[in-house]
């Protein structure tokens, strides 16, 4: 990071190559539309703010945090309008079938019917879910990525499962 | 043990944060309550669904877009304070300056087939270093970060955060590889941004020059060396995409013109082209791109 600060581009491309996916996977869960939009907007965050680096944390969280800030925000900032999944009609809260019982559980249908869930959580359960679940972070990374207790990271997960879980019932009914 | 707490109890056991008391419990409400039974099912097939999400593959060429764009825009949303220093020559003398650039880079060219070999070597990367070394031709003064500004020599290393300085009303050019050169204008400055190495060959990939003042010609063969400068100014990123281009600066203001190929230019929020025969005048809100006059044309 030392040498990124310095302008060091081979650095800072060394960086690009070993975390862009781990980024992209958050970003794209997140907001898969402007995932590479995301992706970009941190790294250049990173680039940018190389210098305040302390190495009290991994580089790897301090790019996540980066990254959570940068999706954060540009959910703030988006002028479309989202749904939250608790006002969405009872009717429609399940995701639609198409594909036969067998192809379900592991095929595309249930991931798309995931991600699309994932969508509809409010912003901070579903990066909770994000970090905990798809990227497999302990709670005390999640807890100092988010600047929340471990045990609001654990409710916040908690929820967006339940509302997941819902959500997807009928691709979880054996 | 309440029904509300067994899905939280399940998801608990999941992290392995259950006591055996606990686990107790709720293998107990479970054999006893048929509702929580088959939520707590269903919670478990979710639970390993989420075992088989498979991580996602970047699109291809992405990190290569994010290091270009973030080089790009580095150095546009870096806004200075300074006041600009007042420039001498006229941005609208583009034919003084198209003969001058051609003149110099005709000259760079001379060197280059004078020096052979060697002068070729000089001036690729060293992959040990990582310092790339520019032949000039003309007055150019130069100033490495934190240091003292001198006359450069006929072959000089150049490093991030760099100055160089056109010496004398003669325009200078600098050749920044075989196929790249960049022409100074009578009182111009510009600063060498990061310089990126690519990582087969040892040879620059990309090298950010930020236009402090004055007027910088670009001559690049892109047809051998694809894209590997950006100009920045304050109000946009220049990347060539095949071209021979100048860029101006005024206070508050970026004029680009394209004699050959096309630019893509980078603002905040927004990248669009100026091709050949074009101009674009930038300020910080708006861009207007014109066809250019013929005495604004810039020639070889």
């Known amino acids: ?174 | 043990m309440e029904c509300s707490e067994a899905l939280d109890f399940l998801y608990e056991s999941f992290d392995g944060q259950l006591t055996p008391t606990q686990h107790s419990l709720l293998d107990a409400h479970r054999r006893t309550c048929f509702a929580c039974a088959n939520t707590l099912a269903r919670a478990e097939r979710f639970q390993e669904l989420l075992l088989k999400v498979p991580q996602l593959v970047v699109p291809r060429g992405l990190e290569d877009r994010i290091i270009e764009r973030v080089f790009a825009a580095s150095f546009v949303t870096s806004k200075r304070t300074e006041t600009w220093r007042s420039l001498v020559e006229s941005f609208t003398n583009w034919r003084s300056l198209g003969y001058g650039f051609a003149t110099a880079a005709a000259a760079v060219g001379l060197i280059l087939l004078s020096r052979g070999a060697v002068q070729q070597a000089a001036m690729t990367h060293n992959p040990v270093q990582h310092v790339l070394v520019a032949a000039v031709n003309g007055d150019i003064d130069l100033q490495p970060a934190g240091g003292q500004m001198s006359q450069a020599g006929p072959s000089v290393p150049i490093e991030p955060g760099d100055s160089l300085a056109s010496a004398s009303a003669e325009p200078a050019t600098v050749a920044l590889t075989p196929n790249l050169a960049i022409t100074l204008a009578a009182n111009t400055h510009v600063r060498v941004g990061m310089v990126r190495f690519d990582e087969r060959t040892g040879t620059p990939a990309t090298i950010a020059v930020r236009v402090e003042s004055g007027t910088l010609g670009i001559r690049e063969n892109t047809a051998v060396d694809p894209g590997r400068i950006h100009v920045a100014t304050d109000q946009a990123s220049i990347v060539p995409t095949g071209t021979v281009f100048a860029v101006g600066v005024k206070p508050g203001v970026t004029n680009v013109v394209v004699g050959e190929g096309s630019v893509a230019v980078f603002v905040p929020g927004e990248t669009f082209n100026v091709l050949a025969g074009s101009e674009a005048r930038i300020t910080a809100d708006k861009h207007v791109v014109t066809k250019i006059k013929p005495n604004k044309r810039i020639t070889q």
């Open chain 1, 1 to 174: 990071m030392k040498r990124i600060a310095k302008g060091d581009g081979d650095a800072f491309a060394d960086l690009v190559r070993r975390y862009t996916r781990m980024l992209y996977n958050v970003a794209y869960r997140y907001n898969a539309s402007a995932a590479e939009d995301l992706v970009q907007e941190s790294f250049l965050r990173a680039f940018q703010h190389a210098g305040t680096f302390s190495g009290r944390s991994k580089v790897s969280s301090w790019l996540y945090r980066i990254c959570v800030n940068v999706c954060l925000t540009h959910m703030g900032r988006a002028s479309l309008p989202t749904s939250d999944i608790d006002d969405i009609p009872e009717a429609e809260m399940t995701a639609p079938i198409t594909d036969s019982p067998e192809k379900r559980v592991e095929g595309r249908e249930t991931f798309k019917a995931l991600e699309d869930g994932l969508r509809l959580l409010p912003s901070q359960e579903r990066m909770v879910f994000i970090l905990r679940e798809l990227q497999g972070l302990a709670y005390s990374e999640i807890s100092s990525i988010l600047g929340i207790t471990e045990q609001a990271a654990r409710t916040n997960l908690h929820r967006a499962k339940r509302r997941l879980q819902s959500w997807l019932s009928p691709l979880l009914t054996a």
